[in-house]
């Protein structure tokens, strides 16, 4: 050390060659620093983040989803032609078919061990439930079950009366279970789909167990539905109407009668559900009848075409009253 130099500048030049030996050092702290916030900031962050989601999640209710649609419709009597068909159609063709076509009501298959699978369809929801019943069609849910254990089917009632009975029961709150899931009202009248039958054996004598047990079958059918505050009706071929005895005629149910009267090969406004030949106009007479009158075929209104069964109606379904047939003057070719 310079003997010259002043003791102060001495400790100065120390301690700036110290400061130019720690920079390196303190960069590198800084640096360190600088890391250790950017994650922390990021970590805050995601935290926020979570915790806001947290929030608006249990604010809900597990599984929310939108209110559930007010139930479709009450049972009314509907005097007017109307149609049936396996494959739901769109919306926007039954908006169509309102204004253009004369029927003013459908079935709707809502289910069973005996539907077809394309019955139904992808269409067929709650919301195009909804959607049609507010374009102003009345609607028939229709429930396609075990069948006649004489019959060609492969899922068929037992042939015992009594174990029978309780299938009808069981099958009647199964049908309810589905018109409910899709919307419809609580007093829904649910029709039956009984396909064709022979109640004769090849030898021709009387099959009594089959006939017994497709009786007992509608009676545990119409008393379940009944007891649960719904109307009961039976899809079956008119030919088979005189082996369903007096138990299932005395019952509160609605005859929906296939054949046996005038046929026609389209929409015909001269339907009626009265002058069958094998049934007595006697029976089921209180707005209890309707009667399918054509096979399946094409119709079209409004450039819109689907394959159909035609019906007249006087008898109770979900939907409108509505008591004045509609005459269509042209149909298509």
Request: hydrophobic share 35%; glycine share 6%; charged share 15%.
């Amino acid at each position: 050390m310079n003997a010259k130099q002043p003791l102060s500048s001495v400790f100065r030049a120390d301690v700036h060659k110290d400061q130019q030996r720690n920079q390196p050092r303190n960069r590198q702290k800084r640096r360190w620093k600088e890391a250790i916030f950017k994650l922390l900031s990021c970590l805050a962050l995601v935290f926020f983040l979570v915790s806001l989601a947290s929030t608006r999640f249990v604010s809900q209710k597990p599984g929310a989803s939108p209110s559930p649609l007010k139930p479709v419709g009450n049972a009314v009597v509907v005097d007017a032609p109307g149609f049936d068909t396996c494959v739901t159609p769109p919306a926007n063709l039954l908006k169509t078919w309102w204004d253009k076509s004369p029927y003013r009501w459908l079935n709707v298959y809502v289910g069973g061990a005996s539907m077809f699978p394309k019955c139904g369809g992808k269409d067929l929801t709650p919301e195009w439930v909804r959607t049609v019943y507010e374009q102003g069609w009345s609607l028939l849910p229709t429930w396609v079950g075990s069948q006649a254990p004489c019959a060609a089917q492969h899922v068929v009632m037992n042939n015992n009366a009594s174990s029978s009975y309780v299938q009808g029961q069981a099958e009647a709150d199964a049908a309810i279970k589905a018109t409910s899931q899709l919307g419809f009202s609580s007093t829904a009248p649910i029709y039956f789909d009984l396909e064709h039958f022979s109640p004769t054996r090849q030898n021709g004598s009387r099959d009594t167990a089959c006939i017994q047990a497709v009786n007992a079958f509608l009676n545990g059918w119409s008393n379940e539905l009944t007891a649960r505050n719904h109307l009961a009706g039976v899809y079956a071929s008119g030919s088979n109407y005189p082996v369903l005895g007096s138990s299932i005629m005395a019952a509160p149910v609605v005859a929906w009668i296939a054949g046996g009267s005038s046929w026609a090969e389209k929409y015909d406004h001269t339907c009626t559900v009265y002058g069958n030949i094998y049934i007595s106009d006697n029976d089921w007479n209180t707005h209890q009848r309707i009667y399918q009158y054509t096979g399946g075929h094409d119709e079209t209104y409004g450039q819109k075409t689907w394959n159909i069964d035609s019906d007249c109606a006087d008898a109770p379904m979900v939907g409108h009253i509505t008591t004045l047939s509609i005459v269509v003057h042209s149909q298509h070719p």
